[in-house]
């Protein structure tokens, strides 16, 4: 079972972030700047390798944390998370895609909403 996603065109750095009871955290990212002006950042679950709180769990501080460290406006953010195939024959544990969308109140996203998306639906949305 792979357990360390290398990185990929889902994945090109490490982000540290703070967890639940703020531990330390880590998730794979891609930020892609669209030539519609919006951002879509792409948050992938690197498993053994994230010493804290897994992704899903912390997705709105998340996204706002990504939001603000890379000087973003909520309107041209588009948020993805990401979980990678773990070869495994169990079936929770093939690659996910989920588009993120929240409730900003100025500060903060909150309220987070998944909506599955595929994986070409994914590779479109890059280019855009």
């Known amino acids: 079972m792979e357990t360390n996603p290398a990185f990929s065109k889902y994945m090109d750095q490490y982000f540290d972030y703070l ?6 955290s880590k998730c794979g ?19 053994r390798q994230n010493p804290g709180t897994p992704v899903t769990e912390v997705v709105a501080p998340l996204a706002t944390q990504i939001l603000k460290t890379n000087s973003e406006k909520p309107d041209n953010f588009i948020f993805i998370e990401h979980t990678p195939d773990l070869r495994s024959k169990l079936t929770f544990y093939g690659e996910t895609f989920d588009r993120l969308e929240f409730d900003w109140n100025g500060e903060y996203f909150s309220n987070p909403v998944w ?8 590779n479109r949305m890059m280019e855009g």
């Not at 967890?19 to 330390?24: F, K, T």
């Open 29 to 47: 990212l891609k930020l892609i700047k669209r030539k519609d002006g919006k951002t879509l950042a792409i948050a992938t679950e690197i498993y």
């Open 115 to 122: 909506t599955r998306l595929s994986k070409d639906e994914v």
């Open 19 to 24: 967890g639940h009871w703020d531990s330390p």
